[in-house]
């Protein structure tokens, strides 16, 4: 029973930056881990990069680290995805995502598209 609505997807030339926002509702207590996905045409949804919300530990996926940075505001919950140095590969549908301690991720958003031109 959480619901999440991703926003701030869209069109940006190679090198650019976008933020992506996450913001949920519903019963998010028992979220341990906030997360962001991706895909591709043709290619299976990966993962982007993780927070846990009490302690703000972040994971990302290697492509993603020194470009990418995930934030939360919990007293907002809402999850962030900062992405610098956009490259046409980032080209995808990004979805967030919450998972519990054990690390399932059981809710998702309805994704928000990100197109980076060449």
């Known amino acids: 029973q959480v619901q999440l609505v991703e926003s701030g997807g869209g069109l940006v030339q190679a090198g650019g930056s976008l933020r992506l926002s996450c913001a949920a509702s519903g019963r998010t207590g028992s979220t341990y881990y906030m997360g962001w996905f991706r895909q591709a045409p043709g290619k299976e949804r990966e993962f982007v990069a993780s927070i846990t919300r009490n302690s703000g530990n972040t994971y990302y996926k290697d492509s993603a680290k020194g470009r990418f940075t995930i934030s939360r505001d919990n007293a907002k919950n809402t999850v962030y995805l900062q992405m610098n140095s956009l490259k046409p590969e980032d080209t995808a549908v990004y979805y967030c995502?919450?998972?519990?301690?054990?690390?399932?991720?059981?809710?998702w958003g309805q994704g928000t598209q990100v197109t980076v031109s060449s």
């Open positions: 995502a919450t998972a519990g301690m054990f690390g399932s991720y059981d809710y």
